[in-house]
């Protein structure tokens, strides 16, 4: 009798969340470090190599550091980072939904690091990777870079499993759905008179750079109005489809709703326009109780805690507003934990298996 030939062993997946990350601890040595690793990306500071280490060099890291600590210590939690610790929410609430795939966290930048999440990968011989960039819209700077980096953290393994990244989920309707329940909550109770959707900013070059047809990108006023083959990669395009979506759904009028970009850094010039900018032009409108969501984040972070619910709401009522509140990004909502499962198990085309 002629033995059968043993099957080959199923294929071992994992599933790593990526953020952007986070310092250690809002002290001004920690975040230094952080600072150094995060603009040192050439897919962040995207200048010739000598111009990025004199900028960093000189001009932020004397003085940044120490601004940006202070500002950390404001939104701190007794568990740490707010995006860390709520980033491992996530991890743990998506981990109870796959059972026994391994959901995996690495930050960026920082810790927990991409090598360590390279060494558990290893240690559990996984075959197959599903990359979440926990980034809803599309950026060289953030999900371009996670992905390079986690591809760069195997270069010199001599096995290297398969990568599949999620997609941008902007137009997820489980993103979408969790965002405006967020955002219908809040606006019942704050009754607001106005609703902005700020979303973190970026280098005009950087949009431009991803329209291959290097003839769409801000060539009219309205080229992020309609998604077309030039704009399908385009961060700000994506952005206001955010929007378009988000506000069909929450039933807003034109009037009742704007669109800005918050968190630019340096004379570069940047995607506009621009919140703090608008923010004056609200006020200046009449408007007295804004109500501020941040579709392109999905955990709370500094961006949100500190510089919109603290720094904006304080520019705003100094021109002349009445208040500000803070949307919640999705976090550990439960139904932005269905909506994760369902990215990763799409993206992993049926091949995890069904827990419980």
Request: proline letters at 8%; one cysteine or more; charged letters at 20%.
């Amino acid at each position: 009798m002629t033995a059968l030939a043993s099957l080959p062993p199923p294929k071992r997946t994992a599933v790593v969340l990526m953020n952007i990350g986070s310092p250690e601890a809002p002290e001004t040595g920690p975040v230094r470090t952080y600072l150094r690793e995060f603009l040192s990306d050439p897919r962040v500071i995207d200048i010739p190599a000598v111009a990025r280490w004199l900028l960093l060099n000189l001009v932020i890291l004397p003085t940044r550091p120490s601004k940006s600590a202070a500002a950390y210590r404001k939104v701190w939690r007794k568990e740490g980072s707010p995006l860390v610790y709520f980033s491992e929410r996530q991890r743990a609430l998506l981990q109870e939904k796959l059972g026994a795939t391994p959901v995996i966290l690495a930050m960026r930048y920082g810790k927990p690091s991409i090598p360590e999440a390279v060494a558990r990968l290893k240690r559990e011989s996984i075959d197959q990777i599903i990359l979440v960039p926990l980034y809803p819209q599309y950026s060289s700077a953030a999900t371009g870079s996670s992905i390079e980096a986690l591809n760069a953290a195997f270069a010199q393994e001599a096995f290297v499993p398969s990568v599949t990244a999620v997609p941008p989920f902007w137009d997820d309707a489980g993103f979408l759905d969790t965002f405006v329940a967020h955002i219908a909550e809040a606006k019942a109770a704050f009754k607001p008179d106005h609703v902005l959707f700020s979303y973190h900013g970026l280098p005009m070059r950087q949009v431009k750079a991803c329209d291959a047809s290097g003839a769409h990108c801000f060539a009219s006023a309205n080229c992020c109005d309609v998604q077309v083959p030039a704009n399908h990669a385009c961060y700000r395009a994506q952005s206001f489809a955010t929007t378009r979506a988000l506000a069909a759904k929450l039933g807003l009028t034109a009037d009742a709703h704007s669109t800005s970009f918050q968190s630019r850094l340096g004379r570069t010039p940047w995607i506009q326009p621009f919140t703090d900018v608008h923010l004056d032009e609200l006020a200046a409108k009449g408007v007295k109780r804004l109500l501020i969501a941040c579709p392109s984040f999905v955990t709370d972070c500094l961006e949100t805690l500190e510089e919109i619910s603290i720094r904006a709401k304080e520019q705003f009522v100094a021109k002349g507003g009445e208040d500000v509140q803070l949307v919640p990004c999705l976090n550990d909502d439960p139904r932005w934990i269905s909506a994760l499962e369902g990215l990763v198990r799409r993206a992993a085309g049926g091949t995890l298996p069904v827990s419980g």
